[in-house]
Structure formats: C-alpha cells, structure tokens
C-alpha cells in the first residue's frame, strides 16, 4: 500500500507528536502529515521546550495548534505512530479499525518515546534526538 497520510499521536499534541510530525513534514515533504493529541490540549501551541529544542535544529514549530484525536483522522490515515505500546493498545482498543496501521514511532528500535512534558530542557532536548532518529528510522522503511 503507497503511504500518503502518516498521523503522529501522542497525549497532548504539545511535545513529542509535533516534533515528530515537523521532522516528518522535512523528511518527507510530498506526504501529508499531521498530528493530535489523545487528550488533546484543542488550540494551545506546542510547549516553548519542544519549540526550543526543535528551533536548535533549524525547524520552527511557531505554526502548531494542538488537536485531540478523532475517529476521522484515524480513517484517514495510512500510517499511524504513537509514543508507546499503551498508546498503540488503547487507540487499537478505542478505534479497532486502526489495528495494523498503528505502530510506536520508536518501532524499529524497539523504544519508547516518554513524555518530557513539565521536565527540564535537557529532557526535551533528548526526546527530540530520540524522535530524531526514530523518524530516520521510519524514512528508510516507507
């Protein structure tokens, strides 16, 4: 199946998931890519630690508004990847439809992706190299 929609999920839509979509977007820039939150923050702009860290790597996140994640966007999706195992358990359980598109985005090296939300900027700034190469990771395999 050719990927065109790739949705990135985490809880908040603050932090990891748009980090990872704005990687995404540079990597793969003829895909549509777009991110939300499980519980999403509706309308707030992505945490200034994320933004931070991402600007140190030449990529502004000054456009993000967080979403909360819907059934729609689970549909439309070809490729959904999450923070965790639990997420993948719960957006599998909530939304059985999204089984077999929904991978952790640390996937292929077996991680996790934890939450550096309300952590220092060093914690941001190890997450966002860790959802670095989780999506070098990914890049190679789509």
Known sequence: MQIQHILVVCVGNICRSPMA????KNALPAL?????????????????????AMQQLGISMDNHVARKLNADMIKHADLI??????QQKH?????PFAK????RLGH??????ADPYQKDQNTFDESCA?????????????
């Open 108 to 113: 292929w090296q077996g991680k996790n992706v």
């Open 91 to 95: 957006l599998e359980q909530t939304w």
């Open 130 to 142: 860790l959802i670095q190469q989780c999506v070098t990771d990914w890049k190679q395999h789509l």
């Open 100 to 103: 077999g598109k929904t991978f």
């Open 21 to 24: 979509e704005y990687f995404l």
């Open 32 to 52: 549509n890519i777009s991110s939300a939150g499980i519980s999403g923050l509706v309308g707030h702009p992505a945490d200034d630690k994320a933004k931070y």
């Open 81 to 86: 990847l999450v923070m965790s195992q639990n």
